[in-house]
């Protein structure tokens, strides 16, 4: 079967790669139909690693998708062929002490899609547990669904800062990450989110999506701008979202008085954390690391139309040129969000 695959660092390829995966008892096998691509795809493509994560074989890249379901194992009741899905990549030990915690997430054996040694589903066909997949309704597309895993991100990340209605919120950068997590911070009741970047293209994606303020940070002070905002008092919550060591360091700067702030974006390198900026203000600090028990709010709110991912899909390009379409992604061009691919039926 025909995958795109990563040969090595820098060299993508798409070949027939054959992989025999088992239908067990619970299991379902899914045409993936959209697949986004992710920036940790990006960078196993450029940089070959990530962290302790190293391309040491060729591997297959994707794992945000939604498809259609092929195939049922034996003890599968909730699913049937046909029907319309998206699949939670990250698969964890059940007898782990952290996934019989609830905390699955951060399960140590966790295996997670196109993160090495584990293949993508840029392919034909993946077999997946049926507990890990999500049935479709009708009014949410592929190209919505194949959204759910990076939206799920923000959705997690808001409920850890514990949002009430009427917060204002600060997310630090406009990529993908950075605006499901407006959407999200939105949907879970803030009056407004100040967005900051440097990419005014993404900023003015940000200000259609709802109250949103945005700030060219390469113009005016992120933290002047919230002040201005805020009466002086500034944010109830501080989403960081970046990764970048600059922004990452000064988050405590736009902060209200007992407010929180949510590390999402993960820095390259260690950042500087300024501890007595974040005492004086008795901020309580939380940390993200992908997402836990929220795929079905995602499906949910966007099946509502609580959530529209629709403005943050900005090219889509047809399986046969995905070499091209990393190619376009790993350029970062400006105003880009989410490059999906869309696969053959």
Not at 299 to 313: E, H, N, T
């Amino acid at each position: 079967m025909q995958a795109l695959v990563l040969e090595e660092k820098g060299r993508l390829a798409l070949r027939d790669f054959p992989i025999e995966e088992t239908l067990g008892p619970r299991d379902v096998r899914i045409a993936p139909k959209v697949v986004g691509i992710c920036g940790s795809d990006v960078h196993y493509y450029t940089h070959g690693g990530i962290g302790p994560f190293v391309v040491r074989a060729p591997m297959i890249l994707g794992h945000e998708a939604a498809g259609i379901v092929t195939e049922v194992g034996a003890d599968v009741r909730e699913f049937r062929i046909g029907d319309r899905v998206c699949m939670e990549p990250g698969l964890p030990d059940p007898a782990g002490r952290a996934t019989r915690l609830g905390l699955y997430n951060l399960d140590p054996a966790v295996r997670f899609w196109a993160t090495p040694p584990i293949h993508g589903v840029l392919r034909p066909s993946v077999v997946h547990p049926a507990d890990f997949t999500f049935k479709l309704p009708d009014n949410v597309s592929f190209a919505a669904a194949a959204m759910v895993e990076p939206l799920a991100v923000g959705v997690h990340a808001v409920t850890k800062a514990r949002v009430k209605p009427g917060d204002v919120a600060v997310v630090i950068g406009a990529g993908p990450i950075g605006l499901v997590t407006v959407l999200a911070a939105l949907a879970a009741g803030c009056a407004r989110v100040i967005v900051s970047d440097i990419d005014d293209a993404k900023l003015a994606i940000a200000a259609k999506l709802g109250a949103v303020t945005p700030v060219n940070v390469g113009e005016r002070s992120l933290a002047e701008a919230v002040m201005a905002e805020t009466d002086g008092w500034g944010a109830d919550i501080v989403l960081e979202c970046s990764g970048n060591a600059k922004a990452a360091a000064d988050v405590f700067a736009t902060l209200c008085p007992g407010g929180v702030v949510v590390y999402v974006g993960i820095p390259l390198e260690p950042i500087r954390y300024d501890v007595a900026a974040g005492q004086i203000k008795e901020a309580r600090v939380e940390h993200v690391f992908r997402y836990a028990h929220v795929f079905p709010r995602c499906v949910a709110m966007l099946a509502s139309g609580a959530i529209d991912v629709a403005p943050l899909i900005t090219r889509t390009f047809p399986f046969a040129d995905s070499i091209e379409a990393f190619d376009f992604a790993a350029a970062a061009p400006r105003g880009e969000v989410k490059v999906q691919i869309a696969m053959p039926d």
